[in-house]
């Protein structure tokens, strides 16, 4: 199956097991989502389970919060990420506080799925990747697959936690590929993959942005590690600074603008525990500090091959 | 061409005290009524204690409620036991109805989140305002959901009902028959704003018209009429039917410790609502319906030292442990968590420089 198709199958067999996961969100129901990832689940689980909500990012998430509280496992959809920052407030400040401000008497077992990011000409708002909010935002849990048999699980994964998780679904990849998915594979929340190992520097990366990842690290001469993070907060550092040890040269590549995106904090954790370990400055290849543009600019915006090779061969060069 | 009416809508408001037939308003065995007087200067000494411990800093903001108890313990006097209540922040007299522990609404007020604990089904206080009207919405739309045949009041201001907040989720709880009451102490002051800057709204009651939903205008200074309205919105809450009540009320204070309201309020128009205060009232209304006695009379004394003794047990409490910082964040700490939790432990309790 594909991202999408496995977003769908993992949504469905979470509302088999478990009568009090529901799924609500803008044209979840009948219409199955604008991405159809809420395809055909209102046939089999009815409207009382999965439902179209009026058109309010806030409302449809401070309304979970309140469903959450009261017992359910909502799993809400926000159509776009560009669009989640109305329900920002919502997220941040209640559903990640609940159980701190309850000590432990009340808990937020919320899911918020957000197809994000660009490359697919869409308008404006429709292109961000707000992961570095969410990842700010304490007591949430950040997820971002990049993979079918990762959605698959993480989602689950998420639909069970009892913290909130806001996950972050790579739409240019939803149908990109296939994967033959293991449904009883289990994938922890709070642990990054190795996706291929390599001796001479490490590309950590997640998302839409894997597949550019792991093409130029197959194509490059050099010996290169790829770490795809897929659980971006709380980060699993424990298998990036193990890598960097390893290779000693590191390159963080994300698609949202550079300054005090989610790389700062990566090069950051590396300079703080492998500092002695590396023979080049951490560096970074992401979106540039500016808005993601009309799609007639987008090509530049988003990272693409030339870049990543341009900037590894400057990290192994140094 | 043809211009019809198609839409008419009204607000009712309901008092009762000093209207002709106050009388025909005996719902309440004579107990309560006392009980009902009893609670109302358990929270006026409440916060005259709570006052006078923020000026001598042992707590550091507080937001007086003084003026709103008949708002607020009429209210949930009507709640049953499985309802559950939404607060925003000045509900302090709300939570004495509910018998909240006086000790820990001490505490919480002294800034140690355990006041908050095991608070049953009344939600922790929310300070940004409207924000918690969604999760009074979401828990009414769970009940609906859930086929339960209990209720959900939550507490909201006039300066809330600009926030969308406010608005989102009056049109949530109407769409999805939520077992939700929404009740908006209209207490004519969002800090220094003044209602009739907020909204050009005749009522805040007539905004539940726009979303389909029944809004009624109660006399927020007059506990029986509280109850009244609060009598009937639960029935209809209960059954799918969401109501906004605006208890019209005032507020006699600052809007917290912080503020000065004398410079956006003249001395004659706070004059004018102490005459209305609440407890005034409803003592006027008991020594003339005969149930006024010497037990009543002495409760005051009582209160003073029940609330005293709460403070004083308050402020025994030692102040959290370092590790309450980071294990309440996750149900359980992530990795990265537990370690920064261990180097804070081993700086501040290890003993060195």
Known sequence: ?318 | MSRETIYKGEIKRIEVMDTEDEDDFPWLEEEEYRELYRKMVLARKFDEKAFTLQRRGEISTYAPHKGQEAAQVGITFVMNDDDWMVPSFRETAAFIGRGADLTKLFQRWMGDARGQKDSGKNLPVAIPVATQNLHTAGIGMAMEKKEDDNAVVGFTGDGSTSEGDFHEALNFAGVFNAHSIFFVQNNQYAISLPVERQTNSKTIAQKALAYGIEGIQVDGNDILAVIKAGEEALEKARNGNPVLIEAHTYRLQDHTTSDDSTRYRDEEEVKEWQEKDPLKRFREYLQDHDMWDKDLEQFEDEAEEMINEAAEKAMEIDDPELEDLFDYVYKNNPELLEEEKQKYIELYKGGGN
């Open chain 1, 1 to 318: 199956m594909n991202i999408v198709e496995a977003v769908n199958e993992a949504l469905k067999d979470e509302m088999k097991e478990d009568k009090n996961v529901i799924a609500y969100g803008e044209d979840v129901g009948e219409d199955g989502g604008v991405f159809r990832a809420t395809k055909d689940l209102q046939e089999e689980f009815g409207q009382d389970r999965i439902f179209s909500s009026p058109l309010a990012e806030s409302g449809i998430a401070g309304t979970a919060i309140g469903m959450s509280l009261y017992g359910f496992r909502p799993v809400v959809e926000m159509q776009f990420s560009g669009f989640s920052y109305l329900a920002f407030y919502q997220i941040k400040e209640h559903a990640s506080r609940m159980r701190m401000r309850s000590r432990d008497s009340f808990e937020v077992p919320l899911t918020v799925r957000a197809p994000y990011g660009g490359g697919i000409s869409a308008l404006e708002h429709h292109s961000e990747s707000p992961e570095a909010f969410y990842a700010h935002s304490q007591g949430l849990h950040v997820v971002v697959p990049s993979t079918p048999q990762d959605t698959y699980s993480l989602l689950r994964k998420s639909i069970q936690s009892d913290d909130p998780v806001v996950f972050l679904e790579p739409k240019k990849t939803y149908r990109a590929f296939k994967e033959e998915v293991d449904k009883d594979k289990e994938v922890e929340l709070e642990k990054a993959a190795v996706r291929k190992e390599g001796t001479d520097a490490t590309i950590i990366s997640w998302g839409a942005m894997m597949p550019l990842a792991n093409k130029v690290a197959e194509e490059s001469n050099a010996d290169i590690e790829v770490i795809d993070l897929r659980t971006i907060y709380p980060t699993d550092w424990e298998t990036v600074i193990d890598s960097v040890q390893k290779t000693g040269r590191a390159l963080v590549l994300h698609e949202a603008p550079k300054t005090a995106g989610f790389g700062a904090e990566v090069a950051t954790k590396i300079n703080e525990e492998a500092i002695l370990h590396l023979e080049a400055p951490v560096m970074r290849v992401t979106g540039p500090d500016v808005p993601v543009p009309l799609y007639t600019l987008e090509d530049y915006y988003m990272p693409d091959k030339k870049r990543v090779n341009n900037k590894l061969e400057e990290l192994l060069e140094f």
